[in-house]
């Protein structure tokens, strides 16, 4: 009997990681953006966009930590009711930090050509996560000159 519950659990906790699989970021916003350069070697114009999208990036999760910080030091917080109706909004804050992260996340993923985001789906399934759609950015072929 322990045994076969035991599996079913198992069964359905895997499940239920697969269904709630993690969106798959690049990190724009962290401190070393080199390994996103080197690993998807970008060209100048996406180092220029991405560095853009990172500035963006702080700007917009600035003013909202600086609301977070806020809601904790002037939200009542003597009753219960207080504490709860504070975590919502806190939750709802921290949608909003991802909700930007992920826009900006995509943006710079459109500034992939198609064998980056091709790079890109590989290294999300290979960690399990889900990738960020975005349709990559066709690029004109170099055109070689007639000799």
């Given at each position: 009997?322990?045994?076969k519950s035991f599996?079913?659990?198992?069964i359905c906790f895997s499940?239920?990681?697969v269904g709630a699989a993690q969106d798959c970021f690049l990190g724009i916003g962290g401190k070393d953006t080199k390994m996103i350069e080197e690993t998807f070697q970008l060209s100048d114009s996406q180092l220029t966009t991405m560095e853009s999208l990172k500035g963006e990036l702080e700007v917009q999760t600035k003013i909202i930590q600086d609301q977070i910080d806020l809601l904790f030091?002037?939200?009542p917080q003597s009753k219960e009711e207080d504490l709860i109706?504070?975590?919502d909004k806190y939750k709802q804050l921290q949608g909003q930090l991802i909700s930007v992260s992920l826009d900006v996340e995509q943006k710079f993923?459109?500034?992939?050509?198609a064998k980056q985001?091709?790079?890109y789906l590989e290294l999300c399934n290979a960690a399990f996560?889900?990738?960020i759609k975005a349709i990559p950015m066709e690029y004109d072929a170099e055109v070689e000159s007639p000799e």
């Open positions: 009997m322990f045994n599996y079913v659990l198992l499940i239920s990681l030091k002037e939200h109706v504070m975590g993923l459109e500034t992939f050509n985001y091709e790079r996560r889900r990738p």
